[in-house]
Every structure is written in C-alpha cells, then in structure tokens.
C-alpha cells in the first residue's frame, strides 16, 4: 500500500494527521512526487489521477483513490479504532456533516485565497482579485459561525476529535489563522485551535 504526495500543501498532511491519529502511519509507503517541478501534472502520475493531484492512495491490487476524505474513509473501515468518522449510523452522519461544512465552507474560502494569490499558481489557474475579496468576506462569516458552534463543545462534530476537526486545522493552515488572529473576537475558535494544536498529528501541517 502506497501514498503519493509531498510533504507541504494542505491536503496530504490531512491524511498522514488521520493515519497518526490511527497509528498507523508506519503501515503505509509514501512516494514523494516532485510537485515543484509539475511531475504530477505529467502523464505517469496522471495514469494514477487524472486530475494531478495528491494525495493519491494506491491499494495493493492496483486500484487508486484519489481525494483526502475518501483515503481516510479505507483506513477508517480497515482500522476502526479509534474512530475519527463516528461509529452509530447517527454519529456518522453527524461527523460527515459536519466535515463537508468544513470542507465545502472555510477550507474552500481559504483554499481560493491561497490558489488567487500565490505566485506558485500563476500559470495553473486564472487568478482572479474579485475571488480573494469574496474569500476573506465568507471566510470571515464562516469564522463568525463556527465560534458561535464551538460555544457548547469542545471540537467540531461534539465531544470527540474527529476528522472534522483535522479538516478545519488544515483551514487554519491555509489561512483561517490569520483570519481570527488574536482571537479576541472569536474567544471560542481560538480556545478550539489552541486546544487541538497540542495534538503531535497536526504538526504535519507544517
Ligand atoms: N480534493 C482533493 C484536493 C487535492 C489537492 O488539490 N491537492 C493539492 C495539494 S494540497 C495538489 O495536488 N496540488 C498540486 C497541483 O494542483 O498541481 C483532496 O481532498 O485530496
């Protein structure tokens, strides 16, 4: 079993974050890919993932899956405790909710900023002032929302880390740190991300 990536981005320490969680990180191989140099954009890694990106998993009987959330979800079914994606039918549905929030909410607004700013994306989309502008202005509603959720529980999804949370630590990564900065206006968030920063998985977000 093998994990292509790279060491920096916001996407493949999710998933090493999940295998530590687990403990489990020693089961698996990483292959390094060049992404500095486009060698995920060229046609050896693009017979793995047609889209060229990573993180990419690749099962012992050749099938790749491609997308953070549906690599943690293998390694949850394969190695369930702990569990980091709810266990009842309810929890479950509980956590995923949550984590779309997440992903489809802050983590994108963080993730658009990222993509329209940094020079390192200049010839692999079109950059675009209007999207960082609505970014930083949803990002910061996004912020307002979930200090107000964070008031009754101590992580995302209820009382238990989950992967949600690992999901919104990558939306700190990419930017939402900044964003709160020093959280005087958001006490709850920050008490969150001081709380999961003591965690030794999320310094793969690095
Ligand atoms: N939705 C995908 C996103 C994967 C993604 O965008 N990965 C970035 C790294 S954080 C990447 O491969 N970037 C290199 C590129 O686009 O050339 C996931 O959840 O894994």
Redesign the pocket.
Known sequence: MKIYQ?K?????P??RAFLIEKGILETVEFVHVD?AN?V??QPEFKAKNT?????VLELDDGTFV??????CRYFEVTYPDPPLMGVTAKDQAVVEMWNRRI?LGLFRHC?DIVRNTLEFFQD?VIQDEAVVRVGRQSAKHECEWLDAELLERRYVAGQTFTIADITLYAAFFLGARSIIGSGAQYPNLARWYSDVSQRESLREFA
């Open positions: 790279f920096s981005g916001a996407n493949p999710r998933v992404v486009g995920n954009r889209k060229g990106t990573l993180p491609a997308e953070s959330v549906a690599i992903e993730d692999k």
